[in-house]
């Protein structure tokens, strides 16, 4: 059949039709897609496909019956096909009945696969075929899904792979613009640096702060070297201001340690005193003032004490906190300039607060010789009055050393040694006579120091600062705005006092570097929850006089500051060997104390010299013609003289009194605030400016 079909198809193309007809040639078409759908139904190709070889149908073989007649099916198909677009329709019957033929045979055939394959042993071979069929089936999904899960790994590692490098792509850009930055930022600094940071330093510092510093830059190492130049001057004054700041350090770290419950005792008061001391020499602006504890100090932290025990707070972690905002506050305001406030506390504050503190030096050796009285046996009162007799012996004998030098006896050499020598001498001689032992019956009480150096309670330097919450380490700044209005207004009118044009100092004032300084000084205090210093007028002034020259006025007959050795020297080593007490404790406590009350009298009363407030109170009794032409009564009249003076007794009496009551101390810089609005507000709608001059006190501009 195949043969005969080749044959047709080959003798038909030789006859080439140039223009089959269109009838004919859908009519084959249409044949031959009739013939082509019952091959589809009748032959099932698929299991042809896929069966191996003891498949029942293949056992017909591809040339048996059934593969080769679907062979020579699809063969003469084509040849239809061919014949049908070459030839005219007369030919199609043949073609016809070719087909019709070709159906049969293929009917024909697929009968007899049907008959094998329903053979005994044929079905069971079958199905086993189907089982291996699925199990291929099985294993190829298996194999694709693996092969799809490997090409899933692979794209997902190939595009890590590609972000990665893209990530250290974009790395390495950023490095390199970051470089250049940098290189950039460089050049702008080497170029632009020094004037970025002087407008930086600019707005961080004022101009007075920057003032203060080119004025006492050019001084500072003569403010050492001056002292080598004036030996003889300079260490009997180290000697007696030690003793002068040894005894308040005494006297108030024994009232600290009665106040605070021992957490703060004489000890402390000793080392803070001399390391605050020797640090402010070096940092200061103002060599020749002195910190020291003070009454107001003493009972702010009298006031906190009470303050942190009635709320169950740690006292030193509290203590520590306040002192370093205050530490913080104090160090704004000095690099701020802020000190040029202080030219609206007048000569009318300086002198009611001048004498305040005069006034409580000698209440507290009064205080302290009474006690003695307080204590003994009514029946024998031998000690109290022994006590008595050695402190005002101490007074007497200072005041009368210090004013030798006035005298007429031996010569000017003699006489000068004789002042400065003197004070040192008297303390060690009575000192002496306590320890005798006919003297030592009368037991007349000496300083309480321990024995060797421990802090108080045996605690550690350093405050545990995190032992407070942080809230409480914020309200910590509440009282430390009041402490630093207190240091503001002690330390600002100590210095005034100390650069007054009396004193005749030379090198300069520098309120602002002084306010940074003892900013600085103060946080470090707090951190080891050492006793805060301030600014101390009296040992100020003593160190001013003890480091003055004096001449004798012939017209007034009284001794007048010619000039002042300006140094460091002084206060670094006095308050150095201040520091140094602690390792000689066995021998200090054998100072008595009615010795240190007269030492206490004597600069309360030394204070007081200069102070013309007190001496207007003098000159209010005194027989007008006999005083100086210059005096105040003549120019005013004195009337309103003692007005202006009673208003400043007042005013000290107020302070005083205030000072007293221990549970509002803590508000004193209020007070000090009130003085200056009187002076302000109130005086200018009783006196004019002309007699404000009179008074030595003219209005700041």
Known sequence: MSFTTESATRRHHNNVIKSPKPISFLISLFVVLLVLRSHAFQSPAPHRAVLGKRNPINICGRNSLCGGQSAGLSSSCRNIILYGTKHSSDKISDTSDQISRASGESRLEKNDCETLKNEPGSKELYDDEETLEDEELENIKLETEEKIEKEAVAQQVSQEKEELQAAVQEVKEAVVEVSQSAKNLGDAVINHGPGIFSRFFSLLVSEEMRNDVRRRRKHY??????????????????????????????????????????????????????????????????????????????????????FCSIRNLPFFPVYAWVGLWTSAFMTILGLSGSSKLIRFCTRFTDEVFNGLLSINFIYEAMSSLKRNFDHADPMNLTMPFVALSMALGTFFSTMTVVKFEATKFFNSKIRTAIKNFGPVSI???????????????????????????????????????????????????????LLTCLF??????????????????????????????????????????????????????????????????????????????????????????????????????????????????????????????????????????????????????????????????????????????????????????????????????????????????????
Not at 518 to 530: M, N
Request: glycine content about 8%; some cysteine.
């Open 488 to 701: 503001f207004m002690d330390q600002n009118i100590s210095v005034r006092l100390v650069n007054n044009p009396d004193n005749k100092l030379k090198k300069g004032e520098a309120y602002n570097l002084d306010m940074v300084a003892l900013g600085l000084i103060t946080g470090g205090l707090s951190v080891f929850g050492l006793p805060w210093m301030c600014g101390a007028t009296v040992q100020s002034m003593n160190h001013v006089r003890a480091m003055a020259e004096t001449k004798l006025n012939e017209e007034t007959k009284q001794m007048e500051i010619a000039r002042v050795t300006e140094t460091r020297v002084t206060g670094f080593t006095i308050h150095a060997l201040l520091a140094s007490t602690i390792l000689l404790l066995p021998l200090i406590k054998k100072i008595p104390i009615p010795v240190v009350s007269g030492v206490f009298l004597f600069l309360g009363r030394k204070l007081m010299t200069g102070n013309k407030f007190f001496k207007r109170i003098t000159d209010a009794f005194a027989e007008a013609k006999r005083l100086p032409d210059d005096n105040p009564i003549h120019l005013l009249g004195r009337k309103k003289m003692n007005v202006y003076t009673g208003v400043q007794v007042l005013c000290l009496i107020g302070l005083f009194g205030f000072k007293q009551i221990p549970s509002i101390t803590i508000f004193f810089p209020a007070m000090i605030a009130i003085l200056m609005f009187i002076r302000s507000l109130i005086l200018p709608n009783f006196f004019n400016e002309d007699e404000f001059v009179a008074l030595g006190d003219p209005t700041p501009s």
């Open 427 to 481: 303390i060690l001689l009575f000192t002496m006579f306590n320890t005798l032992p006919w003297c030592q019956k009368f037991r007349v009480p000496t300083l309480s120091v321990p024995d060797t150096f421990q802090l108080a309670g045996g605690r550690s330097f350093l405050v545990a600062l995190k032992d407070i919450p942080m809230n409480v380490r914020m309200l910590c700044a509440l009282p430390a705005c």
């Open 221 to 306: 190492i003569s403010d050492w070297t001056d002292a080598f130049q004036k030996k003889r001057q300079v260490i009997p004054a180290v000697l007696f201001l030690y003793f002068a700041c040894l005894a308040p350090a005494v006297s108030f770290g024994t009232i600290s340690s009665e106040i605070t419950n021992g957490s703060i005792g004489v000890v402390e008061f000793l080392l803070s005193s001399g390391v605050s001391g020797m640090l402010y020499s070096i940092l200061s602006g103002q060599p020749m003032a002195f910190l020291a504890p003070t009454g107001l100090t003493l009972a702010f932290i009298s006031g906190l004490f009470r």
